[in-house]
């Protein structure tokens, strides 16, 4: 079977190949600016799928534009950052946490890319098709298609093994992510809300809902502690964060109710 005349085990063999380079690489950068060892990557194994899959764009797409360099970097430019801006947005939908931010940088998309980076990949892009990849090519020719096979049913098994696990804890921070925004929200009410004639009333409410919200920061500090160690930017997505003047509004507006609601008790009496 073939994709685009690429025989499918090469493909994910490259995969995979490129998948820990960009680990290495990527590992090596990060350790030497935090002066500390930064195993960076998703996943527990050394792999970091973006860059696996980046490169796999590169080889089907990239290659049969060599001969038009102009066409080749713009296309190159355009593909890796849509799908750069693709990873980060599946990434906060589905954890909540967004794992780089260039908002610091000028011309950049919801700080999931920007220009200088786009320009890179298009640099990154001609250097991986034009310098890099064909001696791997060629060396990966002279493997047998019988260990191909093998290496590859090995890798895969290792490679859903360890996604298996990293979709779990991923899954469980996402979780604790809502339900502490959930709970912030809450508390910062009950506490708008016990400035009012009714503290005593609200006071233990927003005591118990304190509690509860510390102790929500407390797992979710043990369950993303490798995520934080690997990503020292990562925020909760913005889609989550409890902006004041929202808290406010609804504390007056439930202030006003209740206020509303004494009165029409009052009336009746």
């Known amino acids: 079977?073939?994709?685009?005349?690429?025989?499918?085990?090469?493909?994910?063999?490259?995969?995979?190949?490129?998948?820990?380079?960009?680990?290495?690489?990527?590992?090596?950068?990060?350790?030497?600016?935090?002066?500390?060892?930064v195993p960076r990557g998703f996943l527990y194994g050394p792999i970091c799928p973006i860059y696996g899959a980046g490169v796999l764009l590169m080889i089907l797409f990239f290659t049969p534009l060599k001969h038009h360099l102009v066409l080749f970097y713009v296309v190159a430019v355009v593909v890796m950052s849509s799908w750069e801006y693709f990873v980060a947005w599946l990434l906060e939908t589905a954890t909540h946490v967004k794992y780089w931010d260039y908002s610091q940088f000028k011309f950049n998309l919801k700080g999931r890319i920007c220009l200088w980076v786009a320009l890179v990949w298009g640099?990154?892009?001609?250097?991986?098709?034009?310098?890099?990849?064909?001696?791997?090519?060629?060396?990966?020719?002279?493997?047998?298609?019988?260990?191909?096979?093998?290496?590859?049913?090995?890798?895969?098994?290792?490679?859903?093994?360890?996604?298996?696990?990293?979709?779990?804890?991923?899954?469980?921070?996402?979780?604790?992510?809502?339900?502490?925004?959930?709970?912030?929200?809450?508390?910062?009410?009950?506490?708008?809300?016990?400035?009012?004639?009714?503290?005593d009333k609200l006071e233990p409410k927003a005591e118990a809902v304190r509690q509860k919200y510390y102790a929500e920061i407390a797992k979710l500090e043990r369950n993303s502690r490798r995520f934080r160690s690997r990503y020292?930017?990562?925020?909760?997505?913005?889609?989550?964060?409890?902006?004041?003047?929202?808290?406010?509004?609804?504390?007056?507006?439930?202030?006003e109710e209740l206020l509303r609601k004494k009165q029409e008790k009052r009336a009746r009496k």
């Open 1 to 37: 079977m073939t994709i685009l005349g690429y025989p499918i085990e090469d493909l994910f063999l490259y995969f995979v190949f490129y998948s820990f380079l960009g680990w290495v690489v990527e590992t090596c950068y990060c350790s030497i600016c935090e002066r500390r060892l």
């Open 123 to 199: 640099v990154l892009s001609y250097i991986v098709i034009f310098y890099i990849h064909p001696p791997i090519e060629a060396k990966f020719a002279e493997i047998p298609l019988v260990l191909k096979y093998a290496l590859g049913s090995v890798l895969l098994a290792v490679l859903l093994v360890d996604a298996a696990f990293t979709i779990r804890h991923l899954a469980l921070v996402s979780k604790l992510v809502v339900g502490i925004t959930t709970l912030s929200e809450e508390l910062q009410l009950q506490l708008s809300l016990g400035k009012a004639e009714f503290a």
């Open 232 to 255: 020292s930017r990562m925020t909760v997505n913005r889609h989550y964060v409890v902006h004041h003047k929202d808290i406010l509004a609804a504390a007056q507006l439930a202030r």
